[in-house]
Every structure is written in C-alpha cells, then in structure tokens.
C-alpha cells in the first residue's frame, strides 16, 4: 500500500515497513521506541533520547518520557514552542533537559534520536508530539538508514544542543532562562 492510496482512501493499509503514520500508529511508534529505550537502559550502557520538535503536548508521550527518566535514561528535548514536559523534577524527570532555540526563522526540522544499546537509529518525521498531530491528521514518520546522513543528521543535533546564543532552558517551574554565551 503507497502512502498516496492512503490519503485518497483508494485502499485502506495493513503495515508499512518504514513509515510510521499518523493517525493510525505513529504514536504507538513513538511510545515503542521510548519504552524500548527504557528497557536496552543499563548503567554499563545508558540510554539516550534526543529530539528536536515544535512542540510536545501528547500526555501519553510526556508520562512515557518520565518513566524512561526515572530508569536513568538522558533525554535532551529541542522544544521550539509549547512544552507541557516540566524537566528536572525530582523522582520525576531529573533526567530530562530541555531547550528551546528562539531566531529570526520559524525551525520545522524534526529529528528524533535513539541510541537504542549502541544500535543508532535516527528518524526524521513531520509531526510534533501533540495529539492534533498525532490522532487528528495525516503525518509521517520514517527512519534514516543512511550511516552518512544518521552521522550529519546526529551532528545537527549536537550542534542545535550547543547553541548558546538563541537558546533558552526550560525550568522546572515552567520558566525559561536564557544561555548566556562564554566566549565561545
């Protein structure tokens, strides 16, 4: 089944290999990767989540991040808009950071990283984490099998992380405060 069959409803999917799709499983793609990335977590080898989106609303996926949190998983979270996630929480989310980057253009770029024991995956989806794009449209998800574009891809992210410019850390009172650059 093609996507655009899909989307003209001249046929109705059974599975695709690669695409995760919204509103049918994407989400339920999302809460597997997280939970596998719980599990694969061990002190010898820990976890690790990073993900740049617009926004993060989905309750689901926010209980999901905790639970990862509290195994000892570390998630870094570029969240250019609305995040309900509150980071550094103690027993809660004293595992998560989160940032926003704050410039002149409206960021779309959506990468998602899993470190899943070694095994990198990257994925490049259109959807936030929220539930009108997760439940209420039609939006993709798909990985990148690449190791050229998985490694540029990584780099990008590192780079977006590092920012100390236009980026703003999210506190756990819900408040952001701005990164203020060291001369570098």
Known sequence: IHLPNYLTRSSQPKHWQRFAVAPLHLDHKILELIRRETELHTPENPGEIIVKINSLVD???IRALYRASQKGVKIKLLIRGICCLRPNLPGISENIEVRSILGRFLEHTRIIYFKNAGKEEVYLSSADWMPR?????????????????KSQLKRILDIYWRDN????VLQPDGNYVRIRPDGE
């Open 59 to 61: 309750g689901k996926v």
């Open 133 to 149: 794009n997760l439940y209420h449209r039609v939006e993709i998800m798909f990985p990148i099998l690449e190791p050229t574009v």
């Open 165 to 168: 410019t236009k980026a703003h």
